[in-house]
């Protein structure tokens, strides 16, 4: 790894996490799952990183000897139970080395899977795959929608409460609501003590209706908010659960090749372009033309049942087993490609590298070997 000391930026490891977590939102990781800065200070500089899928200790020795900051993966080091990591463990090993070396630790896993940009889109792109959708849609968020009834002067101060409180989010939007103005009536009675009008008359108003969504989770804190900042002391509002849907986010990706292909040309450039060191297997014809394509990098057979509920032509992956495989195909699935768990996310590695380059100009290397366990190969 090289770079011109004079020009390379430096950025600090907390203003890198944040760059990765608003491309690869933790929100989309599997809740089984341990994404983001496993170590490192966040206010320490970064001026080099390395990219890699797995933290092995040729990683590490690569990193302390080009002096990176930071190192960027996308398996987790401590995914699994560990409840010791003294230096004469495995995973303590690598940990102490890092910190002694002043090398923070970053993870994007399954959210790197599932959002746009991340895993399968690198290799659906490697691919020639385009025009994609996920396999299995992550659902957005569910949202409420929030319907309240206020006097025309005091649309503002209500509205201003109830973003304070969350609401009105959309994406990279804030502060957004839309609003109408008409006429309200009511008429107060026994005990009440209205903000406007009289016991037992009917009273007209210029009201706005104020409309605008808000996470669920933060009902609580904006209902307390529009109470609180509205005149009245019965508001008129409503709550509209929304139906959930899905997002372009998500596992897999689904798509058309730009030139269609037969299996058997499909294979060989999968095997080219995604540098398995074992190879690339397929079940099939190899004379079938391939059009659909559905990708999953790593281990994708979780999703078989829902790849051939989509019609595709085939569906390339990693770590496919011999009895999910034969059901598969006994059920009339489409030709199944396993191209190996490292070799199918590999290629994320080069956008990360890309990414860490664009936005804030650091020296970034990707880690060229394979990490892929599997290490000696036979010929068949």
């Known amino acids: 790894m090289t770079r011109d000391d004079e020009t390379a930026a430096v950025t600090s490891v907390g203003g890198a996490c944040d760059l990765l977590d608003s491309t690869y939102p933790p929100r989309l990781a599997e809740a089984w799952d341990s994404v983001g800065l496993v170590c490192g200070d966040r206010a320490e500089p970064v001026g080099r990183a390395l990219i890699c899928v797995d933290v092995t200790d040729a990683v590490v020795d690569a990193a302390i000897e080009a002096d990176v900051d930071l190192i960027v993966a996308h398996h987790p080091l401590l995914l699994r139970g560990v409840d010791s990591v003294a230096a004469d463990t495995a995973k303590g090993r690598i940990l102490h080395r890092l910190i002694r070396s002043h090398t923070a630790l970053f993870t994007a896993h399954t959210n790197a899977d599932s959002a746009r940009g991340g895993v399968s889109d690198a290799l659906a792109r490697v691919l020639g795959v385009v025009d994609t959708s996920p396999v299995a849609p992550a659902p957005l968020a569910p949202m409420d929608k929030w319907v309240v009834m206020v006097p025309e002067g005091s649309a503002e101060q209500v509205s201003e409460a109830m973003f304070a409180a969350g609401a009105g989010a959309i994406g990279e939007y804030r502060d957004c609501a839309w609003t109408v103005v ?123 049942d829902t790849v051939r509920g989509l019609g595709v032509d085939l569906y390339l992956t990693g770590d496919l087993r011999h009895h999910p495989v034969d059901e598969a195909l006994r059920a009339g699935g489409p030709v199944l490609v396993d191209a190996g768990h490292w070799a199918t996310e590999f290629p994320w590695c080069a956008e990360v590298a890309r990414l860490l380059t664009d936005e804030l100009r650091l020296d970034v290397e990707v880690f060229e070997a394979p990490t892929d366990p599997f290490t000696v190969h036979a010929g068949c």
């Open 182 to 304: 008409g006429v309200g009536q009511f008429e107060a009675r026994g005990a009440a003590n209205p903000t406007i009008g009289s016991l037992g008359e009917r009273t007209h108003v210029d009201e706005a209706r104020v409309e605008m969504v808000a996470a669920r989770g933060v009902r609580r804190s904006v209902l307390a908010a529009l109470r609180s900042a509205h005149p009245y002391e019965e508001p008129a509002f409503d709550i509209l659960a929304e139906e959930p849907i899905d997002s372009d986010a998500g596992l897999g990706r689904v798509g058309r090749l730009e030139v269609p292909t037969t299996v058997g040309q499909f294979v060989t450039r999968a095997a080219g372009v995604l540098r398995s060191p074992w190879g690339v297997r397929a079940t099939g014809d190899p004379d079938r033309v391939v059009e659909m394509v559905a990708v999953c990098g790593g281990a994708g057979d979780s999703l078989l």
